[in-house]
């Protein structure tokens, strides 16, 4: 294993934190606030100790698959212990596994949180917060790719490593390219979406805090009571349709932008996501009208909440655990199914479930019809079976760890919905369950033990499982 370029990529990571820990010192210096001078000191720990790991670029810059990896798993827990650090040493959030579990949902883009009075926190630290979600959305590694240039074509195992989906390719022959690209994409549809939320009377700063858990699809929110505190059905129907836009493949945008609209709207992925969305929407709406004052107002609820909880961000208008069970149990199945592969949302991923769906009829085929011979096509592509591998390889890891997880959560004795969609919320990387852990609710209740496996399932759930699960691994740290 290459160590030297580890720990360049992560000193890489310091760097980069530190000058992202510097807009909540200029909130802080806006609002008049003490607590900045934690985020300097940080940023100051942080520049220094990634200066002593960049100082020396290594002789050696390649590295393959392990390294890839490796660097991806211990980036963002290097980057959620200092990000942590602002909120343990202000007091503002004293017990530092709460601290960690906070930063962690953040930069994951969960949105679960352990604070039971959000408003209690300092604008910086509130800044600070929604900013990880939109730091951790595209990626920290993304980032690092666009401006940093490692060896050519090795650097697609980090984009592999930390991007969501069954599958990664580039848009572009050049790695550093595709990633300036991508950022370009969500920096754009972030100043967007703070632009129009202004125009509908958000503040500044509201605008700036909301469109960051939108982009990067983690939902923490700035009020006790999430987006119902704005009441107003133009800001929470525009946070409803920019939640759907970043839960498709960037690729669909990429595709737009240079002029092949027809290849994007015929996106297998997005109109399978398009159209679990509209029946969803539509199923949740007879279910609940009754409830609402008028269809118009059940229709705009449904919207807001099967987008929230389908792109994994955990937005919230309403309390949904007083919904119908038929209303909960869609819910529940689309925190499971997420968001399309190449976009900022969790879950499995529409196109997995699209794939397998594709691969259950193929086998019922092939029993009906033994010597017929069909190719399994996603995009009108053939699927290789390296990726349906990794498919089915994925999924029974996902299955042993969400059991493991439940079972481990049972310990605190809570009931078995309030267990089960805490893991469901915090590996899909959602943010709110059901019961216990509901969107009325936080986590502050759980022991320190669940707390460190629901972290654990937060970095698994956005790493896509086998980057964190490699870290365990004795032949990882082997020499050859």
Not at 95 to 112: L, N
Not at 160 to 182: Q, W
Not at 297 to 305: E, G, L, P, T, V
Not at 375 to 390: A, D, F, I, T, Y
Request: proline content about 4%; hydrophobic content about 50%; overall charge positive.
């Amino acid at each position: 294993m290459n160590k030297k370029i580890i720990i360049y990529v992560l000193g890489w990571i310091l760097n980069i934190e530190a000058v992202f820990m510097l807009p909540p010192c200029v909130v802080a210096l806006i609002y008049k606030e003490a607590s900045g001078i934690w985020f300097l000191a940080v940023a100051a720990v942080c520049g220094g100790i990634g200066f002593l790991c960049t100082r020396r670029k290594p002789t050696n810059m390649v590295f393959y698959a392990k390294e890839g990896f490796v660097s991806v798993a211990l980036s963002w827990i290097v980057l959620s212990f200092f990000g942590a650090l602002p909120f343990y040493i202000s007091k503002e959030i004293p017990v530092f596994e709460d601290a960690m579990f906070e930063v962690i949902s953040g930069f994951t883009t969960t949105g679960a949180s352990i604070l039971p009075d959000v408003e209690s926190l300092s604008k910086c630290m509130l800044f600070w917060r929604s900013f990880t979600h939109w730091i951790g959305g595209m990626g920290v590694l993304v980032f690092i790719l666009s401006i940093l240039p490692l060896a050519g074509g090795y650097n697609m195992y980090i984009m592999k490593a930390e991007s969501p989906g069954p599958s990664v390719g580039k848009l572009v022959p050049r790695v550093r390219t595709t990633a300036k690209i991508l950022y370009g994409i969500y920096l754009f549809m972030t100043a967007l979406e703070v632009v129009l939320l202004m125009i509908g009377g958000m503040s500044l700063f509201d605008s700036l805090t909301i469109s960051f858990g939108t982009a990067g699809t983690g939902g923490f929110g700035i009020k006790n009571n999430s987006m119902a505190f704005y009441d107003s059905y133009y800001l929470q129907g525009i946070v409803t349709v920019f939640m759907i836009l970043f839960g498709v493949n960037f690729n669909v945008y990429y595709l737009f932008l240079t002029r092949h609209p027809k290849d994007a709207l015929f996106s297998e992925e997005a109109r399978a996501y398009l159209g679990i969305i509209g029946v969803s929407i539509l199923l949740i709406t007879i279910n609940i009208y009754r409830g609402f004052g008028s269809v118009f107002s059940a229709f705009h609820h449904a919207a807001f909440q099967v987008a929230s909880i389908i792109t994994t961000t955990g937005y919230s208008t309403v309390d949904f655990d007083l919904w119908p069970e038929f209303s909960k149990g869609i819910l529940v199945v689309l925190m499971f199914i997420g968001a399309c592969a190449g976009s900022t949302g969790g879950g499995i991923k529409v196109s997995r479930v699209v794939v397998l769906l594709k691969a259950v009829k193929k086998e019922l085929d092939s029993l009906l019809h033994p010597r017929s011979v069909k190719v399994l096509k996603l995009e009108g592509k053939p699927v290789e079976h390296q990726v349906m591998r990794s498919i089915n390889t994925f999924l029974g890891a996902y299955i042993v760890i969400f059991i493991f997880s439940v079972l481990i959560v049972s310990l605190d004795n809570f009931d078995f919905t309030t267990n089960f969609t805490a893991i469901a919320a915090t590996f899909n990387n959602i943010g709110p369950g059901l019961a216990g852990a509901g969107p009325a609710k936080n986590f502050s209740q759980f022991s320190p033990l669940s707390k460190y496996v629901m972290m654990f399932d937060m970095l698994a759930g956005r790493l896509e499982i086998f980057p964190m699960l490699l870290l365990f691994a004795p032949s990882t740290w082997k020499k050859s």
